[in-house]
Each structure stands twice: as C-alpha cells, then as structure tokens.
C-alpha cells in the first residue's frame, strides 16, 4: 500500500459546482497536512495547512483531516473555470521532519 | 506570506553544456531547501535536501556529480546540472519549509536540453 494514494481524475464538473478532493494515508505518524494547487507549467502553490483534526476554512476553500480514519479532503465552494488545476495533498510526520509526502494529484477541469 | 523566488523559468541548453538554476527566499530565511524533479502528468519527485552551510543530502538514484547543489547562504540555494543531455530535459521545482506556513514552492525551471 502506498503512503498517500490520491485519485488522479481527471475531475469534470460545472461552474459554481462543490468540490471535494480526497487523500487517504496509511501512516499515522503524518502529522502535516497540506493542499498545493498546481497549474500547467507552474509550481505548486500551497492553499491549505493544518496539523489538527478537524476542519479550517480559508474563503472558498476548506480543508477537511480525520486522523482516525487518515483521511484528509479538501473542499472547493463556488467552484470557477480559474480553479482548474491539478490539486496535490501532501503530508508530512512531525515538525521536526522534512520528509514530505505527495499523492498523485488530481486534475480539475471547471466548465463555464 | 512567505515567498520563494525561482530562477530561470524556463532555459533551452546544449547538450553537454551546464545550468545553474537559483532559489531564493525572499522574505524569510530557509536553513534547508529541497529540490524536486517533475515529469509531464506525475507528480513531484525529491531529488535532494540542501541544508545551508553542509552538502546536501541526496535521494537514492539521484546522481550528486550531475545535480550539484550549493547554499551558500540562507536566503540561497542553487541547483547546477552538470554536463546536461536530452534525458535531462524536465521541471525543476525548488521549495523551502517556513514552520507556519508549510512548504513553499517556486514557481519552476523547465530545461530542455537540444
């Protein structure tokens, strides 16, 4: 079983549509947990980071951790033709570690 | 917020020729960087760790001679590829880890070597 497994898409829906982006972990030693938003040609630009269970909201995005599960989501209200990209989660153990982790990603097409 | 600045964005090279690429933290200081490579469609791969001050930590597979790293500095790291050649050709990202912002990423290098 692989560290990080992210479901590749392609991902397709309508403008204004929610989105719901999943990784799921096998190590409960990851600790960190971020959301990179990646478009064609571009590095990754991060969009979420938490280390708690739970949920933290930043405008139209919120990012979603159960621990106990090692499930991690992140959600995109309101969705627009700009967020089309492919959206990377990556996690990491505690803060005193650089191992950092990426799933796959998956790639998000908005249609207008 | 913190911010990395990545030079150059894009450069065509001859075979045979070396690249030097550079990152660069512009608000903030960065003890380690990490350098990763991507291939068109995958996602990002480590390729070392550069830490200021000492050599960098390379990840099994990834040739020092070729990919030489140096930080001289904190606010610096560069990414030299040596003796470049076609299968060298991809994007190169650079990141540094700021503790309350998480990692920060480039915005890349794509080298295409003719």
């Known amino acids: 079983q692989k560290e990080v497994e992210q479901d590749p898409g392609p991902l397709s829906v309508p403008e204004g549509a929610i989105v719901s982006l999943n990784c799921t972990y096998s190590?409960?030693?990851?600790?960190?947990f971020m959301w990179y938003r990646q478009y064609s040609r571009k590095g990754p630009e991060l969009l979420m980071y938490t280390y708690s269970s739970g949920n933290k909201e930043d405008g139209r995005f919120t990012a979603q951790v159960d621990k106990s599960s090692k499930y991690i989501s992140l959600f995109i209200r309101d969705s627009q033709p700009s967020d089309s990209a492919t959206y990377l989660c990556?996690?990491?153990?505690?803060?005193?570690?650089?191992?950092?982790?990426f799933g796959k990603g998956t790639k998000l097409s908005v249609i207008p | 917020g913190a911010v990395v600045s990545q030079h150059p964005s894009w450069v065509i090279c001859k075979s045979g020729t070396s690249v030097k690429i550079e990152c660069r933290s512009l608000d903030f200081q960065a003890t380690t960087m990490f350098w990763y490579r991507q291939f068109p469609k995958q996602s990002l791969m480590l390729m070392a760790t550069s830490n200021e001050g000492s050599k960098a930590t390379y990840e099994q597979g990834v040739e020092k001679d070729k990919f030489l790293i140096n930080h001289a500095s904190l606010t610096l790291s560069t990414l030299t590829v040596t003796s470049a050649h076609p299968e060298d050709s991809s994007f190169y990202i650079c990141?540094?880890?700021?503790?309350?912002?998480?990692?920060?990423f480039g915005s890349g290098t794509r080298l295409t070597v003719v």
């Open positions: 990141s540094a880890d700021r503790q309350d912002y998480g990692y920060t």
């Open positions: 190590n409960s030693a990851f600790q960190y």
């Open positions: 990556a996690i990491k153990p505690g803060a005193g570690s650089y191992q950092l982790t």
